[in-house]
């Protein structure tokens, strides 16, 4: 699976509400790859300039495991604490980045 298949994935299954009042950069380091993004008042832009610095990147072992968290088809933590998944800058933003694409995977947040 391409890093292209991914980026599109993520373009079809953004949730805009999921991102409202979020301005970040993302980077996705996939394997040695890399897919920037920016979100900004609930809209995705992968127009990011090669220089800017991402306020979170987000490292993955390979396109599989990306796809399969980013999906929701995967389990975040084990792959955390696998090391086939890890982070850079503010780890709890990946709870935005899977709630922005929809995951499956995220755990019920507690409503008390």
């Known amino acids: 699976m391409a890093l292209n298949a991914l980026q599109q994935h993520l373009e079809d299954s953004f949730h805009p509400a999921a991102a409202a009042g979020l301005d970040a950069v993302f980077r996705l380091d996939v394997a040695g790859d890399r897919l920037a993004f920016r979100v900004h008042d609930g809209r995705l832009d992968f127009a990011v300039d090669a220089g800017t610095e991402p306020d979170a990147t987000f490292m993955f072992e390979d396109v599989d495991t990306a796809w399969s968290l ?25 709870f ?15 409503t008390e």
């Not at 935005?96 to 507690?110: D, G």
């Open 70 to 94: 980013l999906s929701g088809h995967g389990n975040a933590f084990e792959a955390f604490m696998a090391g086939r998944f890890r982070s850079d800058g503010y780890l709890m933003w990946a």
């Open 96 to 110: 935005a980045l899977m709630a922005m694409f929809q995951s499956a995977s995220l755990p019920e947040t507690p």
